[in-house]
Structure formats: structure tokens, C-alpha cells
């Protein structure tokens, strides 16, 4: 689960643009094949995200927050029940507090993100 976490939602070098070739290359789709409708990118890397299971993260219900920002690219669908390979995505770059499932201090699933007032 980690390794999927990783796979769909951690990508350093992603960009608002190359929304519909990394979805496509890293094969993110929902469980029946389907576009999936949305899906966040971290702009970061595994040691960076890692330490919100831990130290860089709070408890938010079942999930964990992060304590600080991320930058983050979200690729909304743009062809609404679409399967592969024909999904269209639109990218959005945005800076924003994560909120993820934690397994044995690793993270296993994208929860949402939370856009936080600067003081």
C-alpha cells in the first residue's frame, strides 16, 4: 500500500501540464478501469512526506494532518466517465496541508488537502 501511495501521489517533478502522461505511464485508474476523477500529486519526495505519519503530522480523525504545506498539483478529469486510455485531466497547482492514512508509520492513502489562511 505504501508503494501504490507513493506511485499516485508522489511526484517531485510533476508539473500542471504533464497531468495525462504520468496518470497514464504510473497506470492510475479506479479499481474497474475507470479515469479516476481526481488525483493529487505531492510536489516532494518519500523522506519529505514520510515524517507526517510521525513527527510533521497531527491526528485529524482516523487521518493525519500535515503540520506544514506542501506544494501539490491536483489533475481534475475533464471527460467525466471516461476509461482509459482516453483520460483527460486539467492541472491545478495549489500549496496545501495534506491529510493521509498512516500504516506502521508509513503513508497508504490520499485523503484530501486543506487550504490553510496565511496569518
Known sequence: LHQKFISQHINAGMSVDRCD???GQRGIRTVDGMCKETNTFILANKRHVNPVCGWAGQPRGQMTESLNPFPVIV??????????PRCQYRGKALT???VIACEQGFP???????????N
Open 21 to 23: 502522461q504520468v496518470i
Open 75 to 84: 489533475c481534475e478529469l475533464r471527460n467525466q466517465g471516461s476509461r482509459r
Open 108 to 118: 497508504v492513502h490520499y485523503d484530501q488537502d486543506i487550504f490553510v489562511l496565511p
Open 96 to 98: 496545501r496541508r495534506i
